[in-house]
């Protein structure tokens, strides 16, 4: 099975020390626009700030309470969460949608399971070498 990775945007806190991530590059979707699942457009929405319920709204919503293992949803999820500590999280075998904040040079990783998934990863507060601290699986 092939899983396609839409597009990861890795920011710190100082968009000067942004580096580059890959992904898609050049190409501009309108923000906001509610897919009801991940793929190219949910994945321009989440990096340009939005959240589940305007970028992914058809998933169900998940955060911390819900655990980071979804590999058992019958449906897609959208996670959302902020880690101040190393984390593992994996989604569904569905077209999911993940929004996650790591604070400062803490490890978080995110493993994409089956489906297309529009996932983003941000990185407040760490050093300008540390985006190797956060790693996205597909």
Same mark, same amino acid.
């Given at each position: 099975?092939? =899983?396609?990775? $839409?597009?990861?945007?890795?920011?710190?806190?100082?968009?000067?020390?942004?580096?580059? %991530?890959?992904?898609? !590059?050049?190409?501009?979707?309108?923000?906001?626009?509610?897919?009801?699942?991940?793929?190219?457009?949910?994945?321009? @929405?989440? =990096?340009?700030?939005?959240?589940? %319920?305007?970028?992914?709204?058809? @998933?169900?919503?998940?955060?911390?309470?819900?655990?980071?293992?979804? !590999?058992?949803?019958?449906?897609?999820? @959208?996670?959302?969460?902020?880690?101040?500590?190393?984390? %593992?999280?994996?989604?569904?075998?569905?077209?999911?949608?993940?929004?996650?904040? !790591? =604070?400062?040079?803490? !490890?978080?990783?995110?493993?994409?399971?089956?489906?297309?998934?529009? $996932?983003?990863?941000?990185?407040?507060?760490?050093?300008?070498?540390?985006?190797?601290?956060?790693? $996205?699986?597909?």
């Amino acid at each position: 099975m092939y =899983k396609l990775l $839409i597009a990861l945007a890795l920011t710190t806190a100082n968009q000067e020390d942004a580096k580059p %991530s890959g992904g898609l !590059r050049g190409l501009r979707f309108a923000p906001f626009v509610n897919t009801d699942k991940g793929g190219p457009e949910a994945s321009a @929405c989440l =990096k340009e700030g939005g959240d589940c %319920s305007k970028c992914c709204g058809g @998933c169900n919503f998940k955060d911390v309470d819900d655990g980071t293992d979804f !590999r058992g949803e019958e449906e897609c999820v @959208c996670f959302e969460a902020t880690f101040d500590e190393g984390e %593992s999280v994996h989604l569904s075998n569905h077209d999911d949608c993940a929004s996650v904040v !790591r =604070k400062g040079d803490v !490890r978080v990783s995110i493993k994409g399971e089956d489906g297309t998934d529009a $996932i983003h990863l941000a990185s407040l507060g760490a050093s300008a070498d540390s985006f190797r601290t956060g790693y $996205i699986y597909v």
